[in-house]
């Protein structure tokens, strides 16, 4: 898994805790099932960026994809 997702997800689930949300509040919220969050929060594969986003706006977040400019 690429760093910066490692970070995205340690951020959400830094959020997540902040505001007392269970893994399975947290599935309602963002209209997922609760192994998808704990997947997530494994980093163990590479989340798709809807579900990152997805995730982020459950929490009242958003994510900024920004050009790195490595090329």
């Known amino acids: 898994m690429p760093d910066e997702c490692a ?4 951020s959400l689930i830094e959020q997540r805790h902040n505001q007392g949300m269970t ?5 309602k919220a963002s209209c997922l099932t609760q192994p998808v969050i ?4 494994s980093k163990k594969t590479t989340p798709q960026l809807d579900t990152l986003l997805k995730v982020a706006s459950a929490l009242g977040c958003s994510i900024k994809v920004v050009p790195s400019g490595r090329g």
Do not use: F, G, N, T
């Open 7 to 10: 970070v995205i997800i340690d």
């Open 23 to 27: 893994q399975k509040e947290l599935a």
């Open 38 to 41: 704990a997947r997530l929060e």
